[in-house]
């Protein structure tokens, strides 16, 4: 069975003692894929030994996250209207990741806020935001058209209904990545470069264990 890592997620706290604390932590739904796709999930919280981890893994996932990337990654000042985080934990943490598994040519899925981390570490920008992607009251869900001779039109065929939880897209596209999926208001929402998938929703919500399944093979390859 193949190990499979995954960025792991942070939140602050106070505890009951009013002690400023940060818990580290990985989507259950994805425990739930792992599960139902066959593999073994290994969360990776911090750059330490990293490259003894992408040594053992087979790919990697880099997850969504609550936490925006900050626009100084791609040369611009944040939206006053937008809190970012005071520290990098998540992008280094993700950048550090990217390049070590891509140096060993080693699959990576870029799940949500996971594929703007991948655009933005190859030198792609982001829209800071854009409106009817998410909303608080409830899951929303969107069409999407999907390129032929994709790593996703197997998956998904040329049209497909996908759940939408997102603030932030894609402006700038990577340089070697092509667009494989767009939204009905021409969102990108998917990019792909031979090995590096990114896809703008969220398939573990859904459990769509054929993505995972077919990511899996990639790592065969």
């Known amino acids: ?52 981890i992408a040594a053992m893994c087979s790919g990697l996932i880099i997850a969504g996250r609550d936490r925006d990337i900050h626009p100084k990654y791609y040369g611009e000042e944040p939206d006053e209207n937008i809190e970012y985080p005071e520290d990098d934990y998540e992008d280094e943490l993700d950048f550090k990741l990217i390049e070590t598994f891509n140096k060993l040519n080693k699959p990576i899925l870029g799940v ?37 001779d994709s790593f996703l039109y197997s998956i998904y ?29 021409g969102i990108i929402e998917a990019i792909e470069n031979g090995k590096l998938i990114g896809i703008q929703w969220h398939p573990e919500v859904d459990l769509e264990f054929d993505t995972f399944r077919k990511f899996l093979e990639l790592c065969d390859k």
């Open 112 to 148: 949500c806020s996971g594929l703007q981390s991948l655009n933005v570490y190859f030198g792609g920008t982001l829209k800071q935001h854009i409106d009817n992607h998410t909303s608080e009251n409830g899951l929303i869900k969107h069409n999407i058209t999907v390129e032929k």
């Open 1 to 52: 069975m193949k190990i499979i890592a995954i960025s792991g997620r942070s939140v602050d706290y106070k505890s009951a003692t009013g002690l400023e604390k940060r818990r580290l932590y990985v989507n259950g739904y994805f425990s739930d894929v792992a599960k139902g796709a066959g593999f073994i999930l290994f969360p990776v919280c911090s750059q330490n030994g990293i490259e003894e």
């Open 157 to 185: 065929g040329e049209k497909s209904l996908v759940n939408t939880i997102h603030h932030q897209a894609i402006n700038k596209v990577a340089d070697g990545f092509k667009v494989t999926a767009i939204a009905e208001d």
